[in-house]
């Protein structure tokens, strides 16, 4: 035999989803075993439903308990083990992929796809499909060996044969199982199950290129492998549901009670329970289906593709029958996508605010197909870097730009869940767990419960016995002290606070997809923002145009025609829907500036030789005509563009102007980046220094540049032409400078984060010099606080990669313009110097600090951040702790930020428009969308309020929830601690509680109070002190442990009073009665009454989280009216009331006004230690004189930070030396 693999083999490695795999194959006599166990150890059928039972809710034992470990080529199920430490199990399942040939060798449909494609490859030992890499493996050999292929362990019944024959056709055998909705096959090259993958990373460029589309046999075979192209949402029957529901612990729990409470003749409150729970298991039951139709009717899509067959032939299908490598055709008009494809030839403008949240259409191009370079490996499509060649699935096509007859060609790359829009509905249908310290004490409490349940259970049958009492009394009186520790509402209780939350946010235009993450909202410690459409408004007006050989230019139409107006008015992405001009914000802005005109194609616009996308011209009459009136119009055609990247921070399109014979290309995009592919002549000595002056004071730069291609380049070669290729060696021409104004409600809300102690991180794409520059002035950056740019660069030229330290700089106070300044004209004078800018002059001067004083923060570009990353990943924690500025950084790296954050202890909340945030705002514990839409499966909030206001209040309701939640279940833990010392009390004189009183008890009181708790709004204003996120946190041991011993008091103290009278009468047992009509049990039951009332008034504590108790009008009526009814049953119970609840009511009068008097000091002394003792410093301090270190890496590091007045070493250089780094003098 194989020897069995003890340790996991790990899926998905490196990944967010990585799984621990464990094989287990069937084993016959180990099953039969446990069978026979659970039947004879577990009373016969009554064993085996408890089994089955607890096999459904851990799937993992059932596994361990019937099959054996083994190999995973042998399993027939898997054992999966995620991050979180949750477990699946899951069957391997075999597909049959038919061969059509007699020949054994791979037949010519997958040969093709196999030497070319990653998806999968057929192992010439065992003829099976599996997941490859490409260039694995290539096309098997013309008669190759095809022979079935046994395991190395001999083992005649293995039944693994990859290839099997069936009526003389030959079949190839793909193992598999989904988890998920993603399906992972077996790979024998590295002996391991991988995640079947389409046409995505990886792929070479080329490929797409190759296909001539897929024939219909072809398309079904692959089919069989990939399955059916939907992203299908179950929606169970009521039937199932309930079923499902009803199997719940939590419901088993509740069924068992209710049996148990009938067979103790609680009928009446076993009835009411019932009713409850089919009114609340209804209610859910509808909730459940309601939002899986919501979900399902969102992401439905039944479409007709049209897909191309090779040659001039094309089919339409169902959008559900495509398959990775199917070619397909976008419509004119546009269409929504089905799936996720690389477009390969024309350009669409496509809606992506369904995944994005941004309601901008963006513009798609071709892949790129670069010729392959000796000596370097060929162009791989990457989705990250090109998804602007990318249609995803889910997202709206809006039109489609066409060359000649030519139509617009997509690669199909993936299908079903796997798409980007699949990947979105599988995050909400399988959320990560939260891993909140509220919940994982919550479930240590419950077993604290469930240990004194034991003891309990053990102390009722230990007096029952001592009573005589018969078999069946014991075990029934024993079972029902379970049912008393372990309150069956215990669960709802603890997510009453974020539901009514939820509720709240929703009135306020915030949404939520996700309750839980409203209680870890309310840790948040640090709250990330984007800049621009978060921070600042998203419009930008164009402050004017420098020129690279002039002086500023305040409107853009005054420019002379030339290259930089021509820039102005062609490098941009904007488009015509419906005869209204869309596209990016500043793009919108900048052409309006330049008076164009912008005309889109139609069927006869051949004016350019060829069928332009587009074209601009002059608006005036007086400019449109080009000298005399018979010569050529004024027109430039956009014939190629290169779309917008954040990696690159540039875009560029190719243009010809009508009657030239050479083409020009225009590049835009962020002023160094520019500046960089320029030829260094042309660019303006001064170049840094004027940009400085623009970025210091908060505007947005955008640089220009161009070049003219040589005659030689014709159109057909536009389309293969590469971006490397058109983007080097231009001419820079100037800046735009917009302005990007803060928007009005910034300012406020980040000085009120600043007073609740939330630390606030800018995290953007802009510029870094803009970005402090706003940071100042929303007052992230306080004005005597001191910045520091930390630069990072590579190893380059034998010099390890280093670290820079320098001062920022920024725009003097005292400097404001009184109408001097230097000479217009000058170039790095940046504007007409008689003008003032905004509130500064230029001038700036160096921040000379000989030690910083107050705080510090760190500028860290995203170019920096990703070799500090590499070369110093050491530095990471400290660049977290105190940087507040991360500028030019891509979608990926504000995700790593996050994930580095969370790392350091800081519960982060993350605050972006959508478009660019998409990882971070799903990576951050509160991800908050500014989106018009009404919930965005980008992330777990979205907000219709468009400015960051959204952000305390998201906060505040957290807060209020989390306390609510404490509040619940702390009152849920003292009702059970309350109700055990009751019946243990009553179990010693062989008595217990009346079943109406039972009743008044559990629903009037507890059911209703528990309701109403959560009612309590949240309080308006953010305090710096946070709530508590952990149950076992020393001051919420101190109040509940506080609450039990003076409840024990109390009930003890009400007892032994009781029986010291000299009326009392001592209760008899009868073994025929229930005992219940007693001085003992009116006495504990009248007291205990007002413990429950009191202690839920204790727990519903206001200030400084949830607005003041008697705000919560509903449940402060209920209080009244439960202590008003408690108090006529304990001074006066008129006899048929009495009667009715089982109350003695001849007790003296002046014992009952006793009672009402200690009673009142109860309540007195439980307000004074949860408003006074319990909120009070003293004990706050006297529990951290314990506390050694703070548990948060973050809270060690500001200690260490504040102690190292040696660091930063500012003015400095630090060296990476192998994986250590040193500092040396910056020379």
């Known amino acids: 035999m194989a020897p069995v693999e003890r340790s996991p083999t790990l899926l998905n490695h490196g990944s967010e989803d990585e799984m621990e795999c464990r094989g287990y194959k069937t084993n016959s006599y180990k099953a039969f075993l446990c069978l ?45 083990k995620d991050i979180y430490g949750q477990c699946w199990t899951e069957t391997v399942d075999i597909i049959y992929v038919p061969v059509d040939e007699c020949t054994l060798h791979v037949p010519d449909w997958l040969a093709s796809y196999i030497s070319a494609s990653p998806d999968f490859h ?49 079949r190839l055998c793909v193992r598999f199982f989904d988890h998920q909705h993603v399906r992972y096959i077996w790979n024998s090259n590295i002996s391991c199950f991988t995640k079947l993958r389409g046409l995505d990373d990886t792929t070479p460029c080329s490929y ?113 029958e495509l398959v990775p490598g199917d070619v397909i055709t976008i419509p004119p008009y546009g269409t929504m996508m089905a799936c996720d494809a690389v477009l390969i030839t024309g350009n669409c403008i496509v809606n992506e605010s369904m995944l994005t949240g941004e309601s901008v259409p963006v513009t798609k191009t071709p892949l790129p197909n670069p010729p392959p370079t000796e000596g370097q490996d060929p162009c791989v499509y990457i989705s990250e870097e090109h998804k602007r060649h990318t249609l995803f699935c889910g997202t709206q096509v809006i039109q489609t730009r066409y060359y000649g007859g030519e139509k617009v060609k997509a690669v199909v790359i993936r299908t079903g869940f796997v798409t980007a829009k699949g990947e979105l509905v599988r995050s909400i249908l399988f959320p990560k767990p939260m891993g909140f310290k509220f919940y994982q004490d919550a479930m240590r409490f419950l077993a604290v419960l469930a240990g004194l349940a034991v003891i309990g259970f053990s102390y009722s049958v230990y007096m029952m016995i001592s009573f005589k009492a018969p078999v069946k009394e014991i075990i029934l009186r024993a079972l029902d002290m379970i049912t008393v520790i372990v309150p069956p509402a215990l669960p709802a209780a603890m997510t009453v606070g974020s539901v009514y939350a939820q509720r709240r946010l929703m009135k306020q235009g915030i949404f939520c997809i996700s309750p839980p993450r409203i209680n870890v909202s309310g840790k948040t410690k640090l709250v990330c923002f984007d800049k621009t459409g978060t921070l600042t408004e998203d419009g930008l007006d164009l402050w004017g145009v420098v020129p690279a050989d002039m002086s500023v230019v305040k409107n853009a139409a005054d420019l002379p025609r030339g290259a930089l107006l021509a820039a102005m008015a062609s490098c941009h992405s904007l488009t015509l829907i419906e ?75 190719i243009t010809r102007t009508l009657g030239n014979r050479n083409m020009d290309v225009y590049l835009k995009g ?59 060696d231009l001419t820079f021409l100037g800046l735009m400078v917009m302005q990007n104004a803060l928007k009005p409600e910034t300012t406020p809300t980040i000085q009120q984060l600043r007073e609740a102690n939330i630390r606030t991180v800018m995290v953007t794409g802009d510029n870094m010099l803009t970005a402090v520059s706003v940071a100042r002035n929303c007052r992230m950056v306080l004005s005597n606080d001191t910045v520091i740019l930390v630069t990072a660069n590579p190893p380059e030229e034998g010099q390890p990669a280093h670290i820079t330290w320098t001062y920022s700089e920024h725009p003097t106070e005292d400097s404001v313009v009184q109408g001097q300044g230097q000479q217009p004209g000058k170039w790095d004078s940046g504007a007409d110097m008689s003008e003032p800018l905004v509130e500064y002059d230029m001038s700036y001067q160096n921040i000379q600090i ?65 478009a660019n945030d998409c990882g971070a705002l799903k990576t951050a514990h509160a991800g908050i969308s500014l989106s018009e839409a009404e919930a965005s499966v980008a992330s777990p909030f979205t907000s219709k309020i468009p400015n960051i206001q959204c952000v305390p209040t998201v906060i505040r309701e957290g807060r209020a929830a989390l306390v609510t939640s404490f509040g619940s279940f702390k009152y849920m833990a003292l009702y059970s601690m309350v109700q055990f010392v009751s019946i243990i009390t009553l179990y010693s004189i062989d008595s217990n509680l009346g079943d109406i009183q039972y009743l008044y008890i559990d629903l009037a009181i507890t059911t209703s109070v528990a309701l109403f708790m959560g009612w309590q709004e949240a309080y ?42 000299p009326w009392f009468v001592p209760l008899k047992p009868d073994p025929k009665s229930d005992n219940i009509l007693c001085y003992e049990t009116t006495v504990v039951f009248s007291v205990t009454s007002y413990l429950y009332i009191v202690l839920a008034a204790a727990f519903s504590k206001g200030r400084p989280y949830r607005r003041p108790l008697y705000t919560n009008y509903v449940f402060m009526m209920s209080l009244m009216i439960l202590l008003g009814f408690s108090t006529l049953l304990l001074l006066h119970p008129f006899t048929p009331l009495a009667k009715f609840i089982e109350l003695k009511v001849d007790m003296p009068f002046h014992f009952r006004l006793v009672l009402l008097a200690i009673v009142s ?47 930063p070493p500012v003015g400095e250089t630090t060296y990476a030396v192998g994986e250590k780094y040193q500092d040396s003098t910056h020379s």
């Open 36 to 80: 026979s166990v659970v039947f004879l150890c577990g009373g016969g059928p009554v064993g085996v439903l408890l089994a089955m039972l607890v096999f459904r809710w851990r799937p993992d034992w059932k596994l361990r308990a019937t099959k054996s470990r083994c190999p995973l080529y042998r399993a027939d199920a898997v054992l999966l």
């Open 122 to 170: 057929l192992d010439p030992k065992t003829q099976t499909v599996a997941a490859k890499q490409y260039g694995s493996c290539g096309q098997m050999p013309e008669g190759g060996d095809c022979s079935s292929y046994k395991e190395e362990d001999g083992d005649e019944d293995d039944e693994e044969t990859s290839l099997t024959s069936a009526n003389d056709k030959k």
């Open 208 to 320: 797409f290129y190759q296909l001539g589309g897929l024939t219909r046999e072809e398309q079904h075979r692959k089919c069989a492998l990939y399955g059916e192209n939907s992203i299908y949402i179950e929606v169970k029957s009521y039937s199932r549901l309930l079923f499902e529901e009803v199997l719940n612990p939590f419901y088993v729990f509740q069924i068992f009670s209710v049996i148990l409470w009938s067979l103790n003749d609680y009928y009446i409150y076993a009835s009411c329970i019932v009713v409850i729970s089919v009114i609340s298991i209804s209610v859910e039951l509808y909730e459940i289906r309601k939002q899986a139709e919501t979900l399902r009717d969102m992401v439905a899509l039944e479409a007709e593709v049209s897909v191309w067959r090779g040659d001039s032939v094309y089919e339409d299908i169902p959008g559900q």
């Open 579 to 653: 005869g209204e001009m869309t596209g990016d914000p500043l793009d919108l802005k900048m052409f309006e500036a330049t008076d164009w005109l912008l005309e889109e194609p139609g069927p006869d616009n051949t004016r350019f030789d060829i069928l332009a996308p587009t074209v601009v011209k002059p608006v005036t009459a007086d400019t449109f005509i080009m000298g005399a009136s018979s010569q050529t119009p004024y027109e430039i055609g956009i014939l190629r563009q290169f779309p917008f990247s954040s990696s690159l921070q540039r875009m560029s399109v």
């Open 670 to 728: 962020a002023p160094e980046m520019v500046a960089s592919l320029c030829i260094k002549e042309t660019v303006p000595p001064d170049f840094h220094t004027t940009l400085m002056r623009y970025t210091l004071q908060g505007f947005r730069v955008i640089a220009f540049a161009w070049k003219m291609l040589d005659t030689s380049i014709k159109f057909h070669h536009l389309q293969k032409i590469q971006r490397d290729q058109v983007e080097t």
């Open 850 to 914: 000989e030690e910083p004083e107050g705080t510090y923060h760190f500028a860290v570009s995203g170019k920096s951040f990703a070799v500090i990353r590499n070369h110093f990943p050491d530095l990471i924690p400290k660049m977290c702790v105190r940087g507040t500025v991360f500028a030019r950084m891509s979608p990926n790296q504000k995700a790593q930020l996050v994930e580095s954050l969370q790392d350091l202890g800081y519960c982060v909340a993350m605050c972006g428009d959508g």
């Open 1020 to 1061: 308006p204003k953010l305090v710096p002190q946070r709530p508590l996120g952990s149950l076992m946190a020393p001051v919420n041991l101190f109040s509940v442990v506080g609450q039990v011993v003076l409840m024990i008091a109390v009930q003890v103290g009400t007892f032994v009073y009781l029986k010291q009278q």
């Open 1161 to 1207: 000091a109860y309540c007195i002394i439980v307000f004074v230690i949860e408003d006074f003792v319990v909120t009070s410093q003293v004990l706050r301090k006297l529990f951290r004189l314990r506390k050694k270190l703070p548990k948060n890496r973050y809270k060690l590091l500001e200690k260490e930070l504040a102690e190292n007045p040696d660091w």
